[in-house]
């Protein structure tokens, strides 16, 4: 099967969909598919090139068998509407225009929160008469309403109806979780062909490992207990609740959280700290994919953190899969929703109301002072990695994009997990 997929962000970067299209499309690779996967040159989430590319119209470089063509875009951070809007738009138009002189694929797939890159694969398979498959990583623009970055507009409004549109001319859609399922077929999409395949995680990629102690020495971490948030820090994830939370347990001394990443409150969240003196929050920048496990071996608690809006219950970080394969228990502060539901299923961690610095506060003081509590919840988060096995989910997913391919994607929800094959 030659498989094109369109996504805004790919590796170097090391945002949840960028990882997801990279480590899938490896195990196609592996089971003997053409994967062409069309993309920006990597700039998330500061918007600027990262060392060695250039935002050029056309450039193909070979990434593990993947057959990887970044096109030029405008290059804006990860805040603000107009710029990011304008980012967005400019792939649309790149992506498909050179999508429309690539060898003639199989099946055309995109991949959402990046909405507009759902928008030209879809125009690239009708100009092409290809079937196309939605990926659905985000209900956009209904999470950017959510957080405040757009108030609801007529456009907004335009933009849902097109959105809809999608999902329905799709020959399939792929649901990173059941509630975005739910929601879709509440809206009057068919269920049978949206199949769930959520994030996951490469075990092999992390792993328990001591605490790298260069690292905890550079940052001032040797010999403190740290609760780790690793990841984007966006309007979606309240971060200011973190502080709030820190702010509680300012006395314990051997306390730290540690804020790596990046995004667009990050720089307001390091002001704000500073200005409330908070000693025991660490800020590192983002770090490269290949560091991520010496990072996570600085924890003794991951942290995923939400904003308290109905919205995000149905949001599932793919931060905790990375935890639950270093063997961290995991600090979940969310909506109750479809994150709370693995984490407790799977025994891996404790989960409080989002935005509840109390709350967050009494589980972070019982977590520092019942190591063996700690260890049990740890020991259970490393055997559940193995239950979401990113080897399984791409194997789901290419069941579910050769049905596309041959117009059957009616069936999508009938495809096992894991794949059928």
Request: glycine share 8%; net charge neutral; charged share 20%.
């Amino acid at each position: 099967m030659n498989i094109l997929f369109l996504t805004e962000n790919f590796p170097p970067e090391t945002n949840a969909a960028a990882t997801r299209v990279f480590e899938r499309a490896c195990y196609w690779i592996k089971a003997g598919h053409r994967v062409t996967v069309i993309t920006s040159a990597p700039n998330f989430p500061e918007g600027r090139l990262f060392p060695g590319y250039q935002n050029r119209w056309r450039q193909i470089k070979d990434m593990d068998g993947i057959r990887v063509v970044r096109v030029k875009t405008y290059i804006a951070p990860n805040r603000g509407v107009i710029r990011r809007t304008l980012d967005f738009l400019s792939f649309m138009v790149t992506a498909f225009c050179t999508g429309l002189f690539e060898s003639k694929p199989d099946v055309i797939a995109a991949t959402s929160p990046q909405f507009f890159a759902a928008v030209a694969g879809w125009m690239l398979a009708g100009a092409r008469h290809r079937p196309f498959v939605f990926e659905l990583g985000d209900l956009w623009p209904a999470s950017i309403a959510a957080v405040g970055a757009v108030r609801s507009s007529v456009a907004l409004r335009m933009i849902e109806k097109l959105e809809l549109h999608l999902y329905i001319r799709s020959e399939a859609v792929v649901a990173l979780t059941q509630a975005f399922k739910d929601n879709l077929i509440g809206r009057g999409v068919p269920g049978n062909k949206i199949a769930v395949i959520p994030n996951g995680v490469d075990s092999w990629r992390y792993g328990p490992r001591d605490k790298d102690a260069e690292l905890a020495k550079t940052w001032g971490l040797e010999n403190k207990f740290v609760v780790g948030y690793v990841g984007t820090h966006g309007m979606a994830h309240a971060l200011g609740n973190v502080l709030d939370t820190a702010e509680r347990l300012k006395d314990l001394d051997g306390l730290r959280f540690l804020l790596a990443g990046a995004g667009a409150e990050r720089d307001a969240l390091i002001t704000e700290a500073e200005q409330r003196g908070l000693k025991n929050i660490v800020f590192m920048p983002p770090q490269p994919k290949d560091a991520m496990p010496g990072v996570w071996s600085l924890c003794d608690v991951a942290l995923a953190h939400l904003k308290n809006d109905p919205l995000f219950a149905g949001v599932l970080p793919s931060k905790i899969f990375e935890a639950m394969a270093s063997g961290l228990a995991i600090l979940l502060a969310a909506p109750k929703g479809e994150a709370s539901r693995i984490v407790e299923a799977d025994g891996a961690g404790i989960c409080v109301p989002a935005e509840d610095p109390d709350a967050l506060a009494g589980a972070v003081r019982r977590l520092m002072d019942d190591a063996p509590a700690l260890k049990a919840l740890a020991d259970k988060s490393l055997a559940a990695a193995a239950l979401h096995s990113r080897e399984a989910q791409a194997r789901h997913m290419a069941d579910v994009l050769e049905l596309a391919a041959g117009r059957r994607g009616i069936e999508a929800s009938s495809v096992p997990a894991g794949g059928g094959k």
